[in-house]
């Protein structure tokens, strides 16, 4: 299982991506193995605000409709449309082209609250 | 998750009951809410009156030729689940819902083998050999024309096209058993695409896909069928019933 150790995790199985004030977020590594092939991402609105752990999009995989929850509160700021025409990057690559929006966040210190690669690690493995 | 489960017996709902193609799809769904609430799991048996067409949760509403639907007196409604247009009404559907697995056992494709186990044991109740079908990948706008691992087939044709949602922490998974065919089909009822294949030919591929337990001569008797997938999933999965109720019509 592939974990970065400079991201931080949810245990909704997100990950996030500090760039300054905003969040990068996909879904993890094991979460997209635990989908099988996705095939579709629906993907939250530009300017939608969302709260930390609240689901705000869903991702369809052999038949199965998932939610995706939001690491961090705050305001959507970019969404990746090119899942549109490849969902499959949410598994080929999960931490690069699969990451799914970006949120501008509303309080920074909510990523302290995140989990690093070894405790999520270590959630996931029980 | 084999201990405890209650049995929704929503088999002997008919026409002018609350349960219309809305009210089955909220019932599921409400089972699903129930677990992810800390409830009890639930098994749910059920069939469609009138004829309903389901579609996936993110299956373009364009794909529905909705006059050829009301022409056919066939609801249409949109399932929570993933997937494509299912036709309803010659099937008998289960919805099973339950906290998700951890770990390994919690993947998507386990959980339909899991669950698969269980109905498989209730088709052989039938006489019928099932097997996993296998994964053919993204479909067209029809279920039964494809067949992915989340589905169970009788040589090569398929028998039950079965879809998953998760939320909360909980899985719902429904799934229809074609019992016979009705007099139209879901090429009936969506709209041809650029491309597609003549009528007639599609339809000949679409009933040479999949397959009946009429046409496999087995009981086709609905309370019959629903109670062999009961005893299989009772029997393979282990699954304890301790209650059994009837819907009361979400």
């Known amino acids: ?126 | 998750m084999t201990g405890g489960w209650v049995l929704v017996d929503d088999l002997d709902a008919r026409p002018g009951s609350p349960l219309d193609a809305a009210g089955q799809m909220a019932a599921d769904l409400a089972m699903l809410d129930t677990v992810a609430a800390g409830g009890p799991p639930s098994l749910r048996i059920y069939q469609w009156s009138p004829p309903a067409l389901s579609l996936g949760r993110f299956q373009p509403d364009d794909d529905v030729d909705h006059a050829a639907c009301a022409a056919r007196g066939v609801e249409v409604v949109r399932r929570p689940t993933g997937g494509r247009a299912l036709l309803h009404g010659g099937d008998v559907t289960y919805a099973a819902a339950f906290p998700q697995p951890p770990g390994d056992t919690g993947r998507v494709d386990a959980i339909y083998e899991w669950l698969a186990g269980g109905l498989i044991a209730g088709l052989a109740l039938l006489g019928v050999e099932a097997a996993v079908a296998r994964n053919e990948g993204p479909a067209g706008p029809v279920c039964f024309a494809g067949q992915q691992g989340a589905d169970l087939r009788v040589g090569e044709r398929k028998l039950c096209g079965s879809a998953q949602v998760r939320r909360g922490g909980a899985v719902l998974q429904h799934g229809s058993v074609l019992l016979a065919r009705l007099p139209f089909d879901e090429l009936d009822l969506v709209h041809a695409r650029p491309g597609d294949l003549p009528i007639d030919e599609a339809r000949a591929r679409l009933r040479a896909a999949t397959v009946t337990l009429e046409e496999l001569g087995a009981p086709v008797q609905p309370r019959r069928v629903a109670e062999a997938l009961v005893e299989g999933c009772s029997r393979a999965l282990d699954l304890q019933f301790t209650s059994r109720v009837v819907s009361s019509g979400t």
Not at chain 1, 4 to 17: D, I
Not at chain 1, 49 to 70: D, M, P, Q, R, Y
Not at chain 1, 75 to 90: C, F, H, I, K, S
């Open chain 1, 1 to 126: 299982m592939n974990l970065p150790e400079e991201l931080r995790y949810s245990a909704e199985h997100e990950w996030v991506a500090v760039e300054g004030v905003r969040a990068r977020i996909g879904i993890t590594d094991f979460a997209q193995d635990q989908l099988g092939d996705v095939v579709y991402v629906e993907l939250p609105t530009v300017g939608a605000n969302v709260l930390a752990h609240a689901s705000c999009a869903e991702v369809e995989s052999t038949k199965s409709v998932s939610e995706i929850f939001a690491p961090v509160s705050g305001t959507v700021v970019e969404v990746n449309d090119a899942l549109g025409d490849a969902p499959e990057q949410v598994n080929g690559d999960p931490y690069g082209a699969g990451w799914i929006f970006v949120v501008e966040m509303a309080d920074a210190a909510e990523v302290d609250a995140l989990l690093d690669a070894a405790a999520y690690r270590a959630l996931v493995e029980g």
